[in-house]
């Protein structure tokens, strides 16, 4: 028991030193990265209307001031869609007032796994451990690659099952890739996810040769992840896709 605890210590010492959210601002024109502890999560903006790609976490209490930095006010975001159930990533989930009280979430099928504690989030060993949240607010489940559309947003889903079984990766209008827990990057280049945080690791890599079909498919060259920021280019980001980081 000892012995896990030491290694999940130094992993984490190892993971923080890698971490590197940006701060809040405008990336492009409509696209927002707000800054929320260890990580981002991001606000894009097409006409009227706005959607999330992540949440950040419960209640954050930074949110309002982070919010008016970009001049947008949180009760117009629409629709939210979550990469996967962990609490820096789907806080809105969890709140029992929500920071954004007038959208829509959505998530993929296979996170019920977790949620409800069917599978286990992560295994340390042989000891599993399961998701330990209650989800509060009403979720709306998908469970295909097909392009939903918000007003003339066009949000294509692509499961990359790994990180956690449902996890998914957004192309939004065909150019932004978010990418979430399933790539980190390092340097100018991608890796897997810290294994320590995963789900399936080998899963993770499989879904992310898929995940670069789509990005070449499309062209897509600004990819972006949940703690790490941005890399514009294919190659570079899916580099190390099958490499533990270290
Ligand atoms: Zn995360």
Do not use: W
């Not at 399961?130 to 003339?152: C, R, S, W, Y």
């Amino acid at each position: 028991m000892i012995d896990i605890i030491d290694k999940i210590k130094k992993i984490k010492k190892k993971t923080f030193s890698i971490i590197e959210p940006l701060k809040t601002q405008k990336l492009k024109n409509g696209l927002y990265a707000i800054e929320d502890k260890d990580s981002n999560y991001f606000v894009y903006r097409k006409g009227d209307k706005t959607i999330l790609i992540d949440s950040g976490y419960q209640d954050s209490l930074s949110r309002y001031d982070e919010f008016k930095k970009i001049d947008i006010n949180p009760d117009d975001v629409e629709a939210i869609f979550l990469t996967h159930i962990d609490s820096d990533h789907a806080g809105c989930l969890y709140e029992d007032e929500p920071s954004f009280k007038n959208a829509k979430i959505y998530l993929h099928e296979y996170e019920k796994e977790h949620l409800y504690k069917k599978s286990e989030r992560v295994r340390v060993g042989f000891i599993k451990i399961n998701h330990k949240l209650e989800a509060k607010q009403p979720i709306t489940f998908f469970n295909k690659e097909e392009a939903i559309m918000v007003g003339d947003i066009k949000i294509l889903p692509i499961l990359t099952s790994g990180h956690t079984l449902g996890h998914t990766c957004f192309l939004i209008d065909d150019k932004y890739l978010f990418v979430g827990d399933s790539l980190i990057f390092k340097d100018g280049y991608g890796y897997r996810f810290f294994d320590l945080l995963g789900y399936d690791n080998e899963e993770n890599s499989t879904s992310l040769l898929k995940l670069k079909m789509f990005a070449e498919l499309y062209k897509c060259n600004y990819i972006i992840s949940a703690h790490t920021g941005v890399i514009t280019n294919v190659e570079r980001a899916f580099k190390f896709y099958n490499k533990k980081i270290t």
